[in-house]
Structures are given as structure tokens and as C-alpha cells.
DNA sequence: ATAAAGGTTCCAGTCAGGGGAAGGTCAAGA
DNA sequence: TCTTGACCTTCCCCTGACTGGAACCTTTAT
């Protein structure tokens, strides 16, 4: 299967699927004529990488989680322990991102917004209160 | 005033300082010595620029904010207008990681998390529902 | 025969800095 | 006066996870 194939069936640019044979994510063979030759499993576990990062998880989750997937006697205390490491951090990002909303969303609100130039949102952001 | 104390005084790594200058973001005089030399009015747009990009603003959002905020006649509304398409993007974001925060803490909880090998959330990164 | 569509590699760029080397400058203490 | 250590300079490479584009090769359809 060619790359172009295994795009649209993984639902990854070709452009990635390529970056993730060169970082060692999967390992297609090759034709004579050069061309990469995709297994199923490799579609398979292409998917599966297309869900983890959709997830979130780093590259390197994904290394761990696709080694882990390819172990069949691997213990599931081992996915559960990267799955919430990266739920706390997932829930930390919430939290800066919320604060950041609570702060803009109050300074727009108090922002006339029109021709004027005096702007409370320029006035906050000049205080040193950081 | 050299680029340590303003790095002390509005909070940012003089590394930091010294890009936004390579970006044409503050425009430090220079010493005869070579050292830059801050006034005033660098170490307060500095503050500036921290705080804005603490609240998630862009480089070039800050860029656009500063040069507003040097321009006494600017419509706050313009201001308003960066602000509130800032603040749609934090919101999709916080929408992103919640979605991905209820499908992760799922998996975790129906996980044992012990030695056996069977583990719910590799079952389901697997299955193509993108 | 030719053109379009698909494949290949390689290079460079993104964003917002961080790390570290090699070297110049300054202030304080012996 | 010398030296030590803190501070400053530029320079270049590195990050994550790709993306864009150039130059070139192969396959397929007309």
C-alpha cells in the first residue's frame, strides 16, 4: 500500500506519516522502485497514533504507549500511569488557560470599544501587579 | 540600566530580552562599552510584553497591543478587537482539552491499573472512531 | 508521446525562546 | 597590581511536531 493510500485511510498528511518513519514510529518496507510499502499493521498502528496525539500525548507518550500496545505481557498499570500523568497535566493547562479567559474576559467586558482612546485593557496590562 | 536588573525588574530571563530586541519588540541604546543600556521606558514596555504574553497573547499580538499602547490616539476598539478573537481561541482551547479530558479520565477509571495486560485504554485508542 | 498524479529526498521554516561556548568588562578584595 | 568572580557580549545549535517547497523520479491514463 502506497503512502498516499494509507493517508486517507489513517487520516494522517503523508507529510507526517513520513516524519514518523523518520523518528522511528514505524518502519514501512520499501518497493524496488522506492516506494514505502505499508502493511495493514502499520495502517493499524498509524490509526493508533493518530488517536493518541489527537489525545494529546507527546511523541514520546506515543513511543511508550505503542511499545506498550506491542507487548502482549505488558501490565495495564503502565498505560494507566502515562494515561494519568498526562491527564494532570491536561487538567493544569485547563486551569492556566481558564484563569487567562477570567482576566481577558473581564478587561474586554470592560472595554468601551469604540472610538475613544482610553482602553482599561492597555491600562491592565501596564501595572507591575504580576 | 543593564540587562540584569531590568531581567529582575520586569521578570523575564535576559535571554528573553535579548530576542525581543533581535525581534524588534524594544530598542535598547547601547553603552560605550557595548552593554545595552535600558531606560525607563524599556524596562515598563517590558513588563508590558510580560504580562501580555502571560495572558497567552502572541508575539505579534503584542506587537499589534504595543503599538497601540504607544498610540495615544488608538480607538479602543481595536484593542478590544485582539483582545476578544484572543479570548474565542482560549475558549476552543479549553473546549479541545476538556474533550480530551472526559474521553482520558474515562479510560483511566476503567482501567485496573494492575499487572494483567488486558488494559481498556489501549482497546480504544485502537478502534478507528476518529 | 505526453501530461497529470503520485511518489522520493533534502532543505528550510515555524514559535518563542533555551543551552552553552568563547570571549570581553567591571568591581571588590588580597 | 593582580586576580577572581559576576556580569555582559555574540554566535550557533537545539527544542516539538510538523509543514512547505524545490527538484526529481515513477506510474497511470489518454
Not at 500496545?69 to 502482549?72: G, L
Given at each position: 500500500?502506497?503512502?498516499?493510500?494509507?493517508?486517507?485511510r489513517a487520516n494522517l498528511p503523508a507529510k507526517t506519516i513520513r516524519y514518523y518513519e523518520e523518528i522511528g514510529l514505524v518502519k514501512p518496507l520499501r518497493d524496488t522502485?522506492?516506494?514505502?510499502?505499508?502493511?495493514?499493521?502499520?495502517v493499524h498502528k498509524l490509526v493508533f497514533l493518530g488517536?493518541?496525539?489527537a489525545l494529546g500525548f507527546t511523541i514520546e507518550d506515543c513511543r511508550a504507549l505503542t511499545a506498550l500496545?506491542?507487548?502482549?505481557a505488558r501490565a495495564s498499570a503502565d498505560v494507566r500511569n502515562?494515561?494519568?500523568?498526562?491527564?494532570?497535566?491536561?487538567?493544569?493547562?485547563?486551569?492556566?488557560?481558564q484563569a487567562m479567559h477570567e482576566t481577558l474576559s473581564h478587561l474586554v467586558s470592560s472595554c468601551?470599544?469604540?472610538d475613544r482612546p482610553d482602553?482599561?485593557?492597555?491600562?491592565?496590562?501596564e501595572k507591575v501587579t504580576r
Open positions: 500500500m502506497n503512502i498516499g493510500e494509507v493517508s486517507t522502485n522506492g516506494y514505502r510499502a505499508f502493511r495493514e499493521s502499520d488517536r493518541a496525539r500496545w506491542e507487548d502482549k502515562i494515561a494519568s500523568d498526562h491527564l494532570i497535566q491536561i487538567e493544569a493547562k485547563i486551569a492556566d488557560l468601551a470599544g469604540d482602553c482599561p485593557i492597555l491600562q491592565s496590562l
